[in-house]
């Protein structure tokens, strides 16, 4: 008798079940002036948007990667959002003026046998800035001599970002 009741209690929550009709479509992506990537000597790498103003709400995605420490800069005002720590991307509320994006990337570099790799993918103009030992870097298996320049640029990048910071200078 109990299976019974159990089963009709069981059925009628699955026939019974609220549906929720939504908005479908999806928030524009917002508009970036420039994008900056910071790699330090020790691999931990630092990213900085600058965000133009939008008129209607937006999505602001992250850089692929483990993200930390965001905050949101605006005006000399900086103001942290740890609830964005680990996210992928957040709305952007419409008339916010521009505005800067700063936060921390882990899990996106890799070293091994003292070669630093990062198979980076993000559809913004976007400038690297690499350590100062650094003055040769492949991309995508290309050689590219830095010749004392702080790094190099990538628009609508995807690339596979190779270099080591402690070759012997002849």
């Known amino acids: 008798?109990?299976?019974?009741?159990?089963?009709?209690?069981?059925?009628?929550?699955?026939?019974?079940?609220?549906?929720?009709?939504?908005?479908?479509?999806?928030?524009?992506?917002?508009?970036?002036?420039?994008?900056?990537?910071?790699?330090?000597?020790?691999?931990?790498?630092?990213?900085?948007?600058?965000?133009?103003?939008?008129?209607?709400?937006?999505?602001?995605?992250?850089?692929?990667?483990?993200?930390?420490?965001?905050?949101?800069?605006?005006?000399?005002?900086?103001?942290?959002?740890?609830?964005?720590d680990g996210m992928q991307s957040i709305p952007i509320l419409p008339n916010q003026g521009e505005f800067f994006v700063m936060y921390n990337l882990k899990d996106v570099l890799f070293e091994k046998n003292n070669v630093w790799k990062w198979d980076f993918l993000y559809l913004q103009s976007t400038s690297f800035i690499l350590p100062e030992k650094v003055d040769l870097v492949f991309v995508n298996e290309r050689p590219v001599y830095l010749n004392g320049m702080k790094g190099i640029n990538c628009h609508g990048c995807q690339m596979l970002l190779e270099y080591s910071a402690n070759e012997v200078q002849n």
């Open 1 to 84: 008798m109990i299976r019974i009741i159990l089963s009709f209690c069981f059925l009628a929550l699955i026939f019974s079940s609220v549906q929720v009709f939504g908005q479908s479509e999806t928030l524009p992506e917002v508009l970036h002036k420039s994008v900056e990537i910071t790699i330090d000597n020790d691999g931990n790498v630092e990213v900085i948007h600058e965000v133009k103003n939008t008129e209607e709400a937006a999505k602001f995605t992250f850089v692929n990667g483990t993200v930390s420490n965001v905050k949101f800069v605006k005006m000399g005002i900086e103001e942290m959002v740890p609830e964005a």
